[in-house]
Each structure stands twice: as structure tokens, then as C-alpha cells.
């Protein structure tokens, strides 16, 4: 069964930084692309970033383009996301998902108060 | 990509169909045939989950009345007969490119 966890969401400063990882299992981690993608409350669904499978090919929206760094571990089976230089507008449930998003994490909550 | 979803919102007695419309600004279809159209829904208090992908194969353990069609531009969700469980807010995104784009959500209430 594919199980993805993320985690280190929380409060934060504008300005300042955020380390998210996720946790997966139940499939080979390394055969795949992987990405996040976050939901600000009530509202809908923004893909943030994408990395291969090799973590070679790396791609970031706009919004976030030059503060969030996206990295893996294949060897931990780990995914990161790097938040620098937060905004307000970067409050949102934060996502991992592989491939076409076809299995998604709980979530983890990041706040950003001025 | 822009990803547009009609309507916002739904009220579908039990037992009745449903049909979600999702229009992208470019066409979706590759030259190997395939569509990048996917659909999700996320039921309240839960993570969204893959219903449909490449425009009209259900995913894992999909219930076969969510069934999904169109290709280029005009794609359509349609839920043969809705039951209580299918309450949620139900997304289309594209895959063809990147940045993979949401459509706005439409929200099913039975």
C-alpha cells in the first residue's frame, strides 16, 4: 500500500524559512518523479514544484520560483521542499505526490503571519 | 495552461446522474493519441485523490459509474448515478505541461 507523509509544516515569519519533507512507501521511490503541491484554505489546488525521478529535471511555479528549493534522498526515500523568503500568500496545506499526483500525502499545514 | 471548470457547484439527488464540464485554453491531446486531462475529488476532511487519468481511464479501484470523456479542449466528468459518498469538490488539471494547472473546483452536494 503507497503511503506518503508529510511533515515540519507550522508557523513561520515572513521572511523567514520552512523545511517540509515527505516520507514515502509502498512503491520504489526512485523510479519516480515527484511533486508538491499546496491548498490555501478554502480555496483550490496550486502545483509548487516538480522533480525526476533522478532529481536531475527540476521545475518551479512562478509564485515560488527563487525562494523554494526542491530536493529528494532516493536512498531515504525522501522528498523535500526548502521554503525561503516566506509570504503571507504561501499559507496553504502542503502536498507530495509522485508522478500524476495519483497518490497524495495528509498534508502539512504551513502558516506565514506578517 | 488555463483550465476552466463548469459549474461551480452541483446539488444531485441520490441515484441521479451528474456531469462536470472541464474547458483547457490549449488542446491536451498528444500526437501518441493520449489526452492530459485528469480528474480528482477531494471528499471533505480528506487529501484529493486520482479519479480519471489521461481524459478517460479510471484510476485504481475507481467505481465505474465515474467515467470520463472529450479530447483537445472540452473534457466532462459524468458520475452515472451519484451516491452520498460522492460529496466533494471534483478538480480537472492538465498534465501536458508545466505548470500543471487546476481547474477551480466544483463542488457536488447530494
Known amino acids: 500500500e503507497v503511503h506518503l507523509v508529510e511533515s515540519g509544516g507550522g508557523l513561520a515569519q515572513a521572511g523567514g524559512s520552512l523545511r517540509l519533507s515527505c516520507g514515502v512507501s509502498?512503491?520504489?521511490?526512485?523510479?519516480?518523479?515527484m511533486n508538491w503541491v499546496r491548498q490555501t484554505p478554502g480555496k483550490g489546488l496550486e502545483w509548487v514544484s516538480y522533480i525526476s525521478a533522478s532529481g536531475e529535471t527540476i521545475y518551479y511555479a512562478d509564485s515560488v520560483k527563487g525562494r523554494f528549493t526542491i530536493s529528494r534522498d532516493n536512498a531515504r526515500s525522501a522528498l523535500f521542499l526548502q521554503m525561503d523568503i516566506l509570504r503571507v500568500e504561501d499559507t496553504a496545506v502542503y502536498y507530495c505526490?509522485?508522478?500524476?499526483?495519483?497518490?497524495w500525502g495528509q498534508g502539512t499545514l504551513v502558516t506565514v503571519t506578517s | 495552461i488555463v483550465m476552466t471548470q463548469t459549474p461551480l457547484s452541483l446539488s444531485v439527488a441520490p441515484g441521479q446522474p451528474a456531469s462536470i464540464s472541464c474547458r483547457s485554453s490549449q488542446s491536451l491531446l498528444q500526437s501518441n493519441g493520449k489526452n492530459y486531462l485528469y480528474w480528482f475529488v477531494q471528499k471533505p476532511g480528506q487529501s484529493p485523490q486520482l479519479l480519471i487519468y489521461e481524459a478517460s481511464s479510471r484510476f485504481s479501484g475507481v467505481p465505474d459509474r465515474f467515467n470520463g470523456s472529450g479530447s483537445g479542449t472540452e473534457f466532462t466528468l459524468t458520475v452515472g448515478r451519484v451516491e452520498a459518498e460522492d460529496v466533494g469538490v471534483y478538480y480537472c488539471m492538465q498534465g501536458l505541461q508545466i505548470p500543471r494547472t487546476f481547474g477551480h473546483g466544483t463542488k457536488v452536494e447530494i
Open positions: 509502498g512503491f520504489t521511490f526512485s523510479d519516480y518523479a
Open positions: 505526490a509522485p508522478g500524476i499526483l495519483d497518490y
